[in-house]
């Protein structure tokens, strides 16, 4: 209620704000370098101007105050354009504190994909596959001119000729061998006399073969497999067994025989070896895909056939020839390697799930068939279970029945086929219905989003809260700037170094905003808000207690229920941190020092380097996570519709419930991103909070769930952990039964309004009652 | 008073239609259809299987753009460069239209996997009780049998013409069946005989007698009794039942009679059956969703919570599960089993969801049947399947542990990791007296239909 016309101004004013701090990291490197340089003894502020802290300035995001000594963390000074270049390209990824050792793990959030290398397309690919295409062109004109020279001469392509008239006195049979004469060089098939020849002339079967090798009509190849071709029968068959059981069947032998009768030279029980289409169709050349994937005849790991059947002709190819020959010595060298790596790809695909076919045998034990009981199919040929124990089909099932784990090639979609082919495309239909249905319940009741609205009015924290958290942190910070100043002044004396030149020496690095208040998910039920010191050592016990007290010295006081209070500190050296207070404001914060050495070195060794009276590493890397933490979010949430609205409620359930309570802010910040991020569509604040109960709902959070990777660390880390099987139970089953409440229309149950809301009502309906009054009174006057 | 002002309204005009305040959704969306008669599903079938769906995954609609200038309460919203904008609820959006329930498989880029979860181990035991599910070759055959005899009897009928007023357009073999989706011990099969006449309920009866002396003829043990569906035939000597479901042909429907003709739900229904065989052949015959449909089917007889969910719904649930993924890549059997449980956790059947579009009735989304109660006990109850499995359940849920306990209704103790875990069931959240007004349109239905 109060918020909101306070953001309109805050808007304008952070704008402005923003503006002036310049909050992209380029820019904000630039002005810590203007700072450093020119500005070296004053105290630098990211925001700028604290004097008129009367406006609602509540938590600046990235609210870093840095010190002049901030450079120091910088790579290096910028001396030249070139390295002054590098330094901006450094300081591109995370805003403000980039500079910062350990906010490395953040930068991988921010925009730093500019400096992946640019994806390697170009020359080396190009060249070779212009070689390629040559060389291959090549070998294809040396085999088809000497095949269209032998066609062109005799015969229309395709066809011999009709046999040589036979002589008058009737020893035709003596001519020659009649399988010679009517022998149709397309389908490697001989007939019996001149009427079958005819016949199978005009068939169906031979005009589709005659279209086939005239490269009219195209074969399907698959695209990312190689394909073996026999070219004595025209058959291209997918994989090595395929091949050779074709080899082994009758219908090829038949055509070694016919040949072997006919003289021809029969070519050798070898395939001959079609890369994929698909690095066909990366050639350069703009060739049909499948006369590309036939010209490009390459070695093999069986044999190096150079496909002297293939009848693709090209008068054109012919004039290349000398060029050709030059290049044809370079040998194709990309293509090569890639079609045997697939070779020795396709050698190595075992075949799986053998368990699984069982034989049918007869009453005399002789087998007679085999039944896959996996893909539920039948076959009776030795050589078909090898093929079909390779198969995409039964790897497919065994994928799915049996091992999730193993990979199967994926389809190509149907566009990639024969186009002139109508295949009626299955009915893929849209699982989500797209027409919307009449909103059931009372028109006048209020929707989930205003009862979310209406409890986050409820929980965010008032006007003067906000001015009083405002006031303390920006004391604080200034506060600890004059610390900061002092104790380098006390260490440049000491050591007799020019004030200017002991800038490195300094040991409080720099003051940051972290969780809530920075994340400006503050609540009005919080006792205390938190920002961590950086310091360039470790921290001790003994810094704990002198920037305590140096605080109380330095700290003006703070405005507190009409007059400036003086604040107090309190050192808890157990929780690293010290706890400043003002008077009786029940709200304090937190100073947590930690240090990023403490990062650097090994935890394990912890007792070797950790300095005398040295603070608990473990706050100390926790101070680090939150800075870190802090950026993530400040990258990630505050873009997301109505995610921290969500946020700030989780954060309230996580107070009221007592299953909740266990998940630790970070746990939740980084779910409820995640969740509303995996979203397709903007969610209202009603839609959002019921897909995060539906996410955690349906097990996410449980032990056989995903997990949740913490994106803030350096190894693979699950940021639930920490979790129990029970808790994380009982939490799944709160959300199960808050989701299905929110759906039945008992939002404020899980809001925990239900007596705002009843007062609300009746206020509404009263008004209701009086405006329907105010409208029969007018209508009575008119 | 600023409260009671945002919950009263001030939103966005465009969200609401000015005459009776019905939300309307801001993209064009087919318009509202009257509920179907026979004549427009008839006329609607083939656009439904052929091409009246494509375009594949679909999650929801994109949000409302930006909502035009900033109201007093509108802060600058998240579409604002540069920095993140102050607290508070950007510019809500005018009015969502209900979301895609959230899905783990499609949300997969967020969530990535960081174990293999057992999923080899519940694929087997799925596979492993599917097989147990599944009828043996006797129990086949004689499906089989009783299957060609009496089509064989129909088609005599039809063609001989054996009663000139039974005339008969069609005949199919529909049903569980037919899709390959039966459970052992069930031995029953439904034909659907499209009449051409009016299907009026003595007729019926006739085609019953007649098809039955046809089958005595061949020297088998049978009954005919009448039905409200149409016809009963029993093969007695091998515990066969064979049902005739009577549907007719479009033109027939406006001269249908309450009482003289068989009732026009129950012949809808039965058209809806020839409907969902169609496209079962088309999209998942021969694959291994059969499997998982079986053991749905078996976890629907025992957890009553499940009940609601009807065969069809199961079906297409389980198909959209195993088919439908980021990647198109099939779902191996045990992460779409638990994705099914996912779906149905995360509300996909939950009143004010966006459910699931039914392909063959185009403006169905399964919810229609299922009144408020058994949604919440549905939901509930896969709420709990969940987490049962998650504690390493499976044969509690699947049916094969030796204790016969339901999960759903009494608390069970797992060890996980050498940890106690309890799972509770879930308590109800429907409560009657808040969802009074205003049920959507199938309620009413299926209350008169009870």
């Not at chain 1, 990824?93 to 730093?112: D, M, R, S, W």
């Not at chain 1, 893909?375 to 390779?390: E, G, T, V």
């Not at chain 1, 919307?436 to 006048?444: A, H, L, M, N, V």
């Amino acid at each position: 209620m109060y918020g909101y016309d306070q953001y309109a101004s805050y808007g304008a004013q952070a704008t402005q704000a923003m503006a002036n701090a310049a909050y992209n990291a380029a820019a904000a490197s630039q002005q810590m370098q203007q700072a450093a340089q020119f500005q070296a003894p004053n105290f630098v502020s990211v925001l700028g101007d604290y004097s008129g802290a009367a406006h609602y300035n509540y938590a600046p995001p990235a609210a870093t105050l840095q010190y002049q000594g901030y450079q120091t963390y910088q790579p290096q000074p910028f001396q030249n354009p070139l390295a002054q270049a590098q330094g901006f390209a450094q300081a591109t990824g995370p805003p403000a504190l980039a500079a910062y050792a350990n906010a490395q793990a953040v930068a991988k959030f921010g925009a730093t994909t500019a400096h992946k290398p640019p994806p390697q397309l170009g020359q080396p690919n190009f060249f070779e596959s212009t070689v390629n295409t040559a060389v291959t062109s090549y070998l294809q004109s040396k085999a088809t001119g000497q095949t269209n020279q032998w066609m062109n001469k005799k015969n229309p392509p395709g066809m011999k000729p009709m046999p040589p008239k036979s002589r008058f006195n009737g020893t035709s049979g003596n001519t020659g061998p009649p399988a010679q004469q009517f022998y149709c060089e397309t389908c490697k098939i001989s007939c019996a006399g001149p009427q079958t020849f005819k016949e199978h002339n005009d068939g169906q079967k031979h005009k589709k073969k005659l279209a086939l090798a005239s490269g009219e009509d195209k074969v399907t190849l698959p695209r990312n497999k190689v394909s073996f071709r026999c070219d004595l029968c025209n058959v291209t068959c997918t994989g090595q067994d395929s091949y050779n059981s074709h080899i082994k069947g009758s219908k090829h032998q038949k055509a070694v025989q016919t040949c072997k009768k006919m003289g021809k030279v029969v070519p050798q029980d070898q395939p001959t070896i079609i890369p994929p289409s698909q690095m066909g169709g990366a050639k350069a050349v703009p060739a049909p895909e499948q006369a590309t994937a036939k010209k490009a005849v390459a070695a093999s790991a069986i044999s190096f056939v150079q496909s002297g059947a293939l009848s693709t002709t090209g008068a054109a190819e012919d004039k290349k020839k000398a060029c050709e020959e030059a290049v044809s010595s370079a040998g194709p060298p990309a293509l090569d390697r890639e079609v045997q790596a697939l070779l020795d790809a396709e050698q190595s695909l075992k075949p799986i799930g053998e368990e699984f076919v069982e034989d049918q045998r007869d009453h005399t034990g002789k087998v007679i068939q085999f039944l896959c009981k996996l893909c539920d199919c039948k076959f009776s040929d030795p050589n078909a279970k090898d093929i079909h124990l390779k198969g995409r089909r039964h790897r497919l099932q065994y994928k799915v029945k049996v091992n999730p784990s193993i990979e199967v090639d994926i389809k190509m979609n149907p566009k990639s086929k024969n186009k002139s082919v109508n295949v009626l495309p299955r009915a893929v239909h849209m699982p989500y219905t797209n027409y919307t249905f009449q909103p059931y319940g009372d028109k006048t009741e209020c929707t989930d989003d205003s009862l979310v609205m209406t409890k986050h009015n409820l929980i965010y924290p008032d006007e003067e809260m906000l001015r009083f958290i405002e006031h303390i942190v920006v004391n604080i910070e200034k506060a600890l700037k004059n610390v900061s100043d002092e104790l380098l002044e006390r260490l440049a004396t000491k050591n007799k170094v020019e004030l200017k030149d002991a800038n490195d020496m300094r040991t409080l690095k720099g003051v940051t905003r972290v969780t809530a208040l920075a994340k400006q998910l503050v609540l009005k039920e919080d006792r205390e808000v938190e920002v961590v010191l950086l310091m360039s050592t470790y921290p001790t016990e003994v810094m704990l207690r002198e920037v305590s007290e140096l605080i109380q010295k330095h700290c003006q006081p703070v405005p507190f229920g009409g007059q400036p209070v003086p604040v107090k500190t309190e050192n808890q050296i157990s929780q690293a941190s010290i706890l400043v207070s003002a008077g009786t404001a029940p709200l304090k914060c937190r100073i947590s020092m930690t240090s990023p050495v403490a990062r650097e070195n090994d935890p394990a060794n912890f007792a070797q380097w950790k300095p005398g009276g040295g603070l608990p590493l473990e706050k100390c890397l926790k101070s680090l996570a939150k800075i870190r933490h802090t950026k993530w979010f400040q990258a990630r949430c505050p873009n997301l519709q109505s995610c921290q609205i969500v946020q700030r409620l989780l954060r309230d359930l996580r107070i009221r419930l007592p299953a909740w309570a266990i998940l630790d802010e970070w746990s939740t910040e980084l779910l409820v991103e995640r969740v509303l991020a995996s979203s397709e569509a903007r969610l209202s604040p009603g839609n959002a909070l019921r897909r995060v109960f539906e996410a955690i709902s349906c097990g996410l959070l449980l032990k056989n769930g995903p997990g949740l990777e913490d994106p803030c660390e350096k190894e693979k880390t699950c940021a639930l952990a920490y979790l129990t099987s029970q808790q994380r139970e009982d939490i799944t089953c709160s959300a199960q039964h808050a989701l299905r409440l929110i759906v039945f229309k008992r939002m404020t149950t899980v809001l925990g309004i239900e007596d705002v809301v009843v007062a609300a009502g009746a206020d509404r309906k009263r008004h209701l009652e009086e405006d329907q009054d105010g409208a029969v009174k007018r209508e009575r006057k008119d | 008073m600023a409260i009671s002002k945002r919950l009263t309204g001030a939103r966005d005009p465009r969200g609401r239609l000015p005459d009776d305040g019905v939300f309307i959704r801001l993209d064009p969306v087919a318009p509202r259809q009257a509920p179907f008669t026979l004549l427009r599903r008839e006329g609607r079938l083939f656009e439904v299987m052929r091409g009246g769906y494509r375009g594949g995954f679909r999650g929801g609609p994109p949000g409302p753009g930006p909502v035009g200038p900033m109201g007093p309460m509108g802060p600058p919203g998240p579409h604002m460069a540069g920095p993140p904008g102050p607290p508070g609820p950007g510019a809500p959006p005018a009015f969502m239209p209900p979301q895609p329930p959230f899905d783990l498989v499609s949300a997969s880029d967020y969530f990535h996997k960081n174990n293999d979860n057992h999923e080899v181990e519940l694929t087997a035991e799925i596979v492993n009780r599917a097989s147990k599910l599944t009828p043996n070759e006797v129990e086949r055959g004689h499906l089989q049998n009783c299957l060609t005899r009496t089509m064989a009897a129909l088609q005599k009928f039809r063609n001989d013409n054996l009663v000139p007023d039974v005339l008969i357009e069609e005949y199919m073999e529909v049903g569980s069946h037919k899709k390959d989706t039966i459970l052992a011990g069930h031995k029953s099969l439904d034909i659907v005989v499209v009449m051409k006449s009016m299907p009026k309920i003595e007729s019926v009866h006739l085609l019953g007698q007649k098809v039955g002396e046809l089958l005595r003829a061949e020297k088998e043990i049978i009954s005919v009794q009448s039905r409200d569906f149409g016809c009963l035939i029993s093969f007695t000597s091998i515990g066969v039942r064979v049902n005739l479901l009577i549907a007719t042909i479009a033109a027939n429907a406006p001269k249908l009679e309450e009482g003289l003709h068989i009732p026009e739900p129950l012949m809808l229904k039965h058209l809806a059956a020839i409907r969902h065989i169609r496209w079962w052949e088309d999209a998942a015959a021969g694959s291994p969703v059969k499997d998982l449909v079986r053991i749905f089917k078996d976890m629907r007889v025992r957890f009553q919570g499940l009940k609601p969910l009807s065969v069809w719904a199961i079906e297409f649930l389980c198909h959209f599960c195993m088919v439908h993924t980021a990647n198109r890549q099939t779902l191996p059997m045990g992460p779409t089993f638990l994705r099914v449980l996912q779906l149905l956790a995360a509300g996909v059947f939950l009143p004010g969801s966006i459910g699931l579009a039914d392909p063959c009735d185009i403006p169905s989304n399964f919810l229609s049947n299922i009144t408020f109660e058994e949604m919440d006990s549905l939901c509930s109850t896969a709420q709990t399947l969940v987490r049962v499995i998650s504690h390493g359940g499976h044969a509690r849920v699947m049916g094969t542990s030796p204790e016969n306990i339901d999960v759903t209704v009494t608390p069970t103790y797992y060890m996980v990791d050498g940890e106690r875990v309890v799972v509770t069931p879930l308590d109800k959240a429907y409560d009657p007296t808040l969802m009074t007004t205003q049920k959507p349109a199938g309620q009413e239905a299926k209350a008169a239909a009870h």
